[in-house]
């Protein structure tokens, strides 16, 4: 990754792929010591949703003020905390997409049982919703980019300006 491009859509796809493998891994071998898999409900929804608003809401709080439309300047601490926590959404979105593809993947072979389809529809649309924090993510590490100056040595920050750096 690197500082000035921040975390790249790659790095999501890798970490959802290592996670459902891993995860698949885990749930087979768990299945296979005589445990059951987990049970995925609503509730698993709240935090994913919250969090996905959460860091809209911050991103674009800071993208206002960077479009100089926001009238309270945010601090810097602030600005970097919106960012990595907009960088920890796209990266965690990413592992829990995995985590929930994979419950999907155990479930889908016994589909045609209702109560292996609830927990199958259940795991895609958690996939979904970690899919959803993902992309809230990137978009919110995208708000809070600074664009360059006319006085900038392209580092990406105007002159005088750390807020962000």
Same mark, same amino acid.
């Given at each position: 990754m690197n500082p000035a491009q921040g975390v790249?859509?790659? &790095?999501? +796809? %890798? +970490?959802?792929v290592l996670s459902? #493998?891993?995860c698949w891994l885990l749930l087979q071998v768990m299945r296979s010591l005589g445990?059951?898999? @987990? +049970? %995925? !409900? $609503? #509730? /698993? *929804? +709240? @935090?994913l949703v919250a969090l996905t608003g959460l860091v809209l809401v911050m991103s674009w709080q800071i993208r206002r003020y960077v479009r100089g439309k926001g009238s309270l300047r945010p601090s @810097?601490?602030? /600005?970097?905390? !919106? *960012?990595?926590?907009a960088q920890a959404a796209a990266l965690g979105g990413a592992a *829990? *997409?995995? $985590?929930?593809?994979?419950?999907?993947?155990?479930h889908l072979p016994d589909a045609d049982v209702s109560s292996?389809?609830?927990?199958l529809v259940w795991a895609l649309v958690h996939a979904g919703a970690a899919?959803?924090? &993902? %992309?809230?993510?990137y978009v919110g590490q995208a708000w809070c980019r600074i664009p360059p100056g006319e006085d900038d040595d392209g580092d990406g920050a105007p002159e005088g300006d750390l807020a962000y750096g």
């Amino acid at each position: 990754m690197n500082p000035a491009q921040g975390v790249r859509p790659a &790095s999501g +796809v %890798i +970490v959802a792929v290592l996670s459902a #493998m891993a995860c698949w891994l885990l749930l087979q071998v768990m299945r296979s010591l005589g445990g059951a898999y @987990p +049970v %995925i !409900t $609503w #509730m /698993g *929804l +709240v @935090p994913l949703v919250a969090l996905t608003g959460l860091v809209l809401v911050m991103s674009w709080q800071i993208r206002r003020y960077v479009r100089g439309k926001g009238s309270l300047r945010p601090s @810097p601490q602030r /600005g970097r905390g !919106t *960012l990595v926590g907009a960088q920890a959404a796209a990266l965690g979105g990413a592992a *829990l *997409l995995g $985590w929930y593809a994979a419950n999907a993947l155990v479930h889908l072979p016994d589909a045609d049982v209702s109560s292996q389809r609830d927990h199958l529809v259940w795991a895609l649309v958690h996939a979904g919703a970690a899919l959803a924090l &993902s %992309i809230a993510g990137y978009v919110g590490q995208a708000w809070c980019r600074i664009p360059p100056g006319e006085d900038d040595d392209g580092d990406g920050a105007p002159e005088g300006d750390l807020a962000y750096g």
